[in-house]
């Protein structure tokens, strides 16, 4: 197969595949944003390579400017990146404002409570859901027991509610209390 051949089926096929994908007004808009493409990237690199050639075609002034643009440029670009070396280099801790800091610390549910601090016979649904691992249905699962069956004689007796298992009891015991 020659080369003409080879390139004549290989448009053919690439033709027929382009033609599955899109409408001939795409394709016609596809083909002449890469040639524009292409014609600019060829004007860019042909003058440079000119003007690096042939210097002596530029004016006097002309190259002062340019230099005088690449020189700003190139202080602008020292400046950012001895910032961006230091910015990078120190631990985030250090570089974000305490405002900000302090609203990301993650803060517990237990941040608030003290030991013994919710009566389980007196509480309120909403004492209850302060309790770490208490959601608002565990808590009215809670509220629900003590109704039906009574106050508490014990704090192990909640592990009795649907839910309340030995870990669970180990996490909520310290901050509860029964009267």
Request: proline share 4%; hydrophobic share 40%.
């Amino acid at each position: 197969m020659s080369p003409r051949d080879w390139v004549r089926t290989s448009y053919t096929a690439a033709n027929k595949f382009a033609q599955q994908l899109y409408t001939p007004r795409e394709l016609k808009a596809i083909v002449l944003f890469l040639l524009l493409g292409i014609v600019v990237l060829l004007y860019r690199s042909g003058s440079h390579l000119y003007f690096l050639w042939f210097p002596s075609q530029r004016s006097a002034n002309e190259v002062a400017e340019r230099k005088q643009q690449d020189s700003l440029y190139f202080a602008l670009s020292a400046v950012a990146n001895v910032r961006d070396s230091l910015f990078f280099s120190l631990p985030e801790d250090s570089l974000l404002p305490t405002a900000v800091l302090r609203r990301r610390e993650h803060h517990s549910k237990t941040d608030d409570l003290r030991p013994a601090s919710i009566s389980l016979n007196n509480g309120t649904r909403e004492d209850f859901e302060r309790l770490p691992s208490v959601g608002p249905a565990s808590a009215e699962l809670i509220c629900k027991y003590r109704s039906q069956r009574g106050s508490f004689r014990s704090l192990e007796e909640i592990r009795n509610v649907h839910g309340f298992g030995a870990v669970r009891f180990e996490k909520i015991k310290r901050y509860l209390r029964l009267d």
